[in-house]
């Protein structure tokens, strides 16, 4: 396929993620995407096997969130939430509260998920200020992990698979723990926690699947054990449930699976069914009261330009509607049940270590890295989207997939790995 002018006249000035723009083949030409398909720019369709990083839950395009965004583009855009407020995001607010378990009632709005996280850390910093311990600066989060991408969230992400050794004393030094499985692993954890009691300002973790840092799975009882320690200490629990949040699972959010509220939880990637860019982070009661207070010094420090932004909050009300309205979460469960069955049988190929999958979910791990490039090309090639990461192939598909272009999917994943791609 010839690659479209726009394309070839735009190869230098688009400056692409994680790409060795010199070296990589070209990017896939999408034109256009419908359900659960990207059209390309020669008019072929792809499966979007992995929801365009997560965000596309309902599929492409779904008609209810176009009504909504183009209802409110009629209205208000965007206007600046400083001083100012705006239906949308009042109501948005109003409706996540109601969604999240216990206390978690108040909801500060951001553009992107690394800086929903970021803020998570600056309202943790800010509640041991209003404690007089401004020297609990410092976060536990754990091996596999992933938060981000701005300096701050780098450092509570894996340390290997993480950037950290590139931008080496740059990044904050946080206490970096194994995910507390094992009685061995939560007595590590419980020594950490000991050894920097006097620093610490909270634990940030992935509940249940740790994303991009390596799909890594845990259980309820790991969440439930490091709620009673972090309770037990005065930390703070932030859940970071980017990936895991809206359906991705089969629940609506991986804390409810558990039982557990954390002290602060955010959201992004799913929250608009993949149309705009809009973050929460989402506070329980007393730590949304320890800023409220005579004085103006104990306000919550941050106020990103687009926050609330009016077309995202009401592609997420139309989002959420669909949620109440279709079978997102048995969709889920009928996926993981497919996937279950499609992907158990890879476990026998040579150069895979392990296979897993939960919800809408599936991931193969390979002995090494993945070949990206050579993956792409073959599930290209068959109709399908799929960008491996490290040693993971993956999908996390739109919850709303039909099962033969599921199949179609797995079908990609064995057909590659029977072909010797590693
Ligand atoms: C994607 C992701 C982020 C970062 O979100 P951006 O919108 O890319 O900044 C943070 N945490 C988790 C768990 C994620 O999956």
């Not at 320890?290 to 687009?306: K, V």
């Not at 193969?364 to 792409?376: E, F, H, N, S």
Request: hydrophobic share 45%; proline share 6%; net charge negative.
């Amino acid at each position: 396929m010839a690659a479209p002018q726009w394309q070839t006249e735009s190869a230098r000035h688009l400056w692409r993620p994680y790409t060795q723009m010199k070296t990589a083949p070209p990017p896939l030409p999408v034109v256009g995407a419908e359900g659960v398909h990207l059209t390309l720019a020669d008019g072929r369709r792809l499966v979007d096997g992995v929801s365009s990083w997560w965000t596309a839950c309902h599929g492409h395009r779904h008609p209810h969130i176009m009504a909504a965004v183009r209802d409110q583009l009629d209205r208000l855009p965007h206007v600046m939430l400083g001083g100012i407020v705006h239906p949308m995001a009042a109501t948005l607010a109003t409706r996540l509260a109601r969604l999240c378990p216990g206390d978690l009632d108040h909801v500060f709005f951001s553009e992107s998920g690394s800086v929903s996280v970021e803020v998570a850390m600056k309202a943790a910093l800010q509640w041991w200020q209003h404690r007089g311990e401004a020297g609990r600066t410092r976060f536990v989060a754990f091996a596999g992990g992933y938060h981000g991408d701005t300096l701050a969230t780098m450092s509570v992400c894996d340390p290997e698979e993480g950037m950290h050794r590139r931008f080496a004393g740059a990044i904050a030094q946080q206490v970096i723990a194994p995910v507390p499985r094992t009685l061995a692993e939560r007595a590590r954890v419980q020594a950490l926690l000991d050894a920097h009691q006097d620093t610490l300002a909270g634990v940030i973790l992935e509940p249940l699947v740790q994303g991009a840092g390596g799909m890594r799975f845990h259980d309820v009882d790991t969440l439930r054990w490091l709620r009673r320690e972090t309770e037990a200490r005065g930390l703070l629990l932030i859940f970071d449930e980017i990936m895991t949040g809206f359906g991705r699972l089969g629940h609506t959010l991986a804390c409810e699976a558990a039982g557990v509220v954390p002290d602060l939880l955010t959201l992004s990637k799913a929250l608009t069914g993949g149309t705009l860019p809009l973050a929460a982070t989402v506070a329980r009661t007393a730590v949304f009261e320890s800023f409220w207070h005579d004085d103006p010094e104990r306000a919550l420090m941050h106020g990103p330009t687009y926050m609330g932004n009016a077309l995202a909050c009401a592609a997420a009300h139309a989002s959420l509607d669909l949620f109440d309205q279709e079978p997102r979460l048995q969709q889920a469960r009928a996926i993981e049940a497919q996937l279950a069955a499609g992907l158990a049988p890879l476990a026998r190929h040579e150069g895979v270590v392990d296979v897993r999958w939960r919800g809408a979910l599936g991931v193969v791990q390979l002995a090494g890295p993945a070949d990206r490039d050579a993956w792409v090309a073959h599930a290209a090639a068959r109709g399908v989207w799929l960008r491996p990461f490290n040693d993971v192939v993956y999908t996390a598909p739109p919850l709303v997939i039909d099962a033969d272009s599921l199949q179609a999917i797995v079908d990609t994943i064995a057909t590659g790995l029977g072909a010797g791609l590693r």
